[in-house]
Nanobody
Framework: QVQLVESGGGLVQAGGSQRLSCAASGRTSGISFMGWFRQAPGKEREFVAAISRNFDATEYADSVKGRFDISRDNAKDAVYLRMNSLKPEDTGVYYC????????????????WGQGTQVTVSS
């Protein structure tokens, strides 16, 4: 089992920045990639970004490309999401997720999920 705990959410003004953290614990050795998803009220959970644990590879949703940056620290078993130029439409609950295999953008690829952290961007 893998446990994921997110932190760093909160209220921020449009145009501002915020950094989310995800701490992983448990049997993390089998995890091959980790991702961030978000869910706005009344909408489905959507892919935001993902990163390989073992290779220098990342992937982003078109809506955040150029504004968000995903990074990792394997020594700390942590993944981060730096969010810049935030917009009101970035508001939602942000979830950290971990996967053994699969397609990075697909929610169903991820076996492990955190509890989520709320990000609210005010206009």
């Amino acid at each position: 089992q893998v446990q994921l705990v997110e932190s760093g959410g909160g209220l921020v003004q449009a145009g501002g920045s915020q950094r989310l953290s995800c701490a992983a614990s448990g049997r993390t050795s089998g995890i091959s990639f980790m991702g961030w998803f978000r869910q706005a009220p009344g909408k489905e959970r959507e892919f935001v970004a993902a990163i390989s644990r073992n290779f220098d590879a990342t992937e982003y949703a078109d809506s955040v490309k150029g504004r968000f940056d995903i990074s990792r620290d394997n020594a700390k078993d942590a993944v981060y999401l730096r969010m810049n130029s935030l917009k009101p439409e970035d508001t939602g609950v942000y979830y950290c997720a971990a996967a053994v295999s699969g397609t990075w953008r697909y929610r169903t690829s991820y076996e492990y999920w955190g509890q989520g952290t709320q990000v609210t961007v005010s206009s």
